[in-house]
């Protein structure tokens, strides 16, 4: 499969494509999107990183005694009995 991929300027609302001789009586598809403009948000990008590197380093720990608690609970749960009124 030949692919063709390049940036276009749109000029009127229209861009022309000049494709090879061997593309013609083929049906071809096309996917027209939007370029990402890399310098703009590159700034927006940085600051999301901080803040979410900062949540992420807000997340507290658990110490082994934290989970033996957590895991001693659990076993409590499984072993009660529902009594019947």
Known sequence: MEAIRNIYSVENKQIVINLPANFKH???EVIVLPVYEY???EQVSKNKKSEHLEKLLNVSVWKET???QITDSGKLLNEWKIEKF
């Open 26 to 28: 083929k049906s071809v």
């Open 66 to 68: 934290d989970i033996q």
């Open 39 to 41: 310098e703009k948000t």
